[in-house]
């Protein structure tokens, strides 16, 4: 899964958000570093619904323009978790080899 998506559903998992709200968070949560533009993340959501991991929750009206909320699924909250578990199995296994490589001390 790439990064951008793992942090989409990470956005999704407390609660739903619109789109900017989401892109925020992605920003947030990756300290700044993955900045997605709209149209990357309506792609990605079209992608996350078409696969079940997503929902549309609710659409309002701000300013005249419509909102559109998503939320995290079941199968979304599911498949957030294994891949969770499947990062922070390769983090230990670099964070193991990395210890190796560590100078002793004499």
Request: glycine residues 8%.
């Amino acid at each position: 899964m790439r990064e951008a998506t793992f942090l989409i559903l990470t956005a999704l998992a407390d609660e739903p958000r619109h789109g900017y709200g989401i892109i925020q968070e992605v920003a947030g949560l990756s300290g700044g570093r993955v900045n997605l533009l709209p149209g990357t993340l309506y792609a990605a959501l079209d992608r996350l619904v078409a696969q079940g991991l997503v929902e549309l929750s609710h659409e309002e009206v701000v300013d005249g323009r419509l909102r559109r909320y998503y939320r995290l699924r079941a199968d979304g909250r599911a498949e957030l978790t294994r891949q969770t578990e499947r990062l922070r199995q390769l983090a230990s296994a670099a964070e193991t080899r990395l210890r190796a490589l560590r100078p002793r001390p004499a």
